[in-house]
């Protein structure tokens, strides 16, 4: 790993249950305070269900350091709003596609 790159860092998060509706209020926000920080996203979107409904979050974000991760997840709309049942902020290393 070239040890000059920024880390990734993997944000998964799970809602709590029946919480459909708080997701949907909160999203603009949420979305917006993704946007903040342009290329640093490598990727972001809901995890869902079978049925295709929203049951949480992934992202995966280029940040200095894991403190970075972690206050940046902790200012999110959704967990802001209580949205979330579990988070967890991860190192990630981007193996494919080269």
Avoid at 3 to 23: E, G, N, T, V, W
Wanted: charged share 20%; with cysteine.
């Amino acid at each position: 790993m070239d040890r000059f790159a920024m880390p990734y860092f993997a944000i998964h998060c799970i809602d709590k249950p029946d919480s459909s509706a708080l997701r949907a209020e909160t999203r603009p926000a949420h979305l917006a305070h993704i946007h903040t920080l342009g290329d640093a996203v490598l990727v972001a979107g809901p995890l869902l269900r079978p049925d295709g409904r929203a049951m949480g979050s992934l992202m995966i974000i280029d940040f200095d350091d894991r403190d970075a991760a972690i206050a940046f997840s902790s200012q999110d709309p959704y967990h802001l709003a209580g949205l979330f049942e579990s988070r967890s902020v991860t190192n990630w290393h981007k193996v494919l596609p080269a």
